[in-house]
């Protein structure tokens, strides 16, 4: 790698872990540690799952379509980030950084990208490209999951920010698809 390039990566790097430092600061707070805890929790897909299964009921056979959307895109999304982290093996920031305090468990060894924001970013686009009236409550819940992962010591922002970039482009591909 030339020099140049080198001391860009370096100083990239100092910038995240110095974010993800300070975003980690906020969880000494218990309310805040314990509400990102839940948030990140509900990320994990159940409140994902929560949401197709009552679209299925609420709107029954039209809601086929986009609860098959979400499920394909969200798979192609964890074959993605899966493959990903098996190549890039960055560690989590917690095992860098001893000022970074883990504040929960994480899914996997690994930390780029941010699967929990990669799903987040796909199931939220996917839903309200059928069903408008749920991005008042998608948008900020996905913006949630994505700060709740610096925060609690998981991922690194450049983490979280490629984990949306990734799951925005699955979803954009997937409406010239379907």
Known sequence: MPNKLRFYMNQFHHVDSHLCITF?????????????????????????????????????GRALLPVLHMAVT???????????????????????????????????????????????????????????MLSVALIPFSVLIGLSRPILGLHYPSDVLVGALIGFFISLISFYII
């Open 24 to 60: 980690n600061r906020i969880s000494h707070n218990i309310l805040i540690r314990n509400f990102f805890k839940v948030i990140s929790r509900l990320g994990n897909g159940v409140f994902w799952y929560s949401l197709m299964a009552l679209m299925l009921i609420i709107d029954q």
């Open 74 to 132: 969200g798979l192609v999304g964890t074959m993605i980030y899966k493959w990903l982290k098996e190549r890039t093996l960055r560690p989590r920031p917690h095992n860098v950084h001893q000022q970074i305090s883990l504040r929960s468990i994480p899914l996997d060894q690994f930390s780029f990208p941010s699967g929990h924001t990669l799903h987040a970013v796909i199931f939220t686009l996917v839903a309200i490209h059928y069903y408008p």
